[in-house]
């Protein structure tokens, strides 16, 4: 018995938008993603739903999503004037806001293979898998992300 869209929706939507969100580094273009997906998921789930792994595939549409928004609009500037958020006062939390800046600067898919593996606890077959590539890239993409974040890390330090 499959089960029906709308529960799968409900089921998935927390966990696939905090991917978008890490994804995007923008909550609100998260949901629009994530919106966009379910929306054509909806539309074929007589075939998605008779699939092994449903929200796999979910997740790589998130995933194709996020990279074609990438390349059709390029990431908006900060207003000039504007006050931005204070950063969270607690040491935890602006070590992992800081992080999350370093990795929002990262080359798209680098940042997609970094969110798969080490957010979403991914193995590479499965990044593989997601980003449509072989298990080689991933490990470049990861290897390159993870050189370029311990970089910043270096160059912040210094200061």
Not at 11 to 40: F, S, W
Not at 59 to 69: A, C, D, G, I, Q
Not at 82 to 89: C, I, K, T, V
């Amino acid at each position: 018995m499959t089960t029906s869209f709308e529960d799968f929706a409900a089921d998935q939507v927390t966990p696939l938008l905090r991917y978008a969100t890490v994804l995007t580094g923008d909550p609100h273009l998260a949901q629009d993603v994530v919106q966009e997906c379910l929306l054509r998921a909806q539309q074929r789930w007589g075939r998605i739903g008779g699939l092994d792994a449903p929200g796999a595939y979910l997740k790589r549409m998130v995933t194709n999503e996020y990279l074609s928004w990438r390349r059709r609009f390029r990431p908006s500037r900060p207003i000039e004037g504007l006050d931005l958020p204070a950063d969270d006062p607690t040491g935890r939390y602006d070590e992992r806001d800081a992080m999350l800046r370093r990795i929002a600067r990262l080359p798209r898919k680098q940042k997609a293979a970094v969110v798969l593996r080490y957010y979403e606890d991914y193995d590479y077959a499965s990044i593989a898998t997601t980003l449509g590539c072989s298990q080689g890239t991933v490990r470049t993409h990861i290897s390159r992300a993870l050189a370029t974040l311990r970089a910043d890390r270096r160059v912040k330090e210094a200061l």
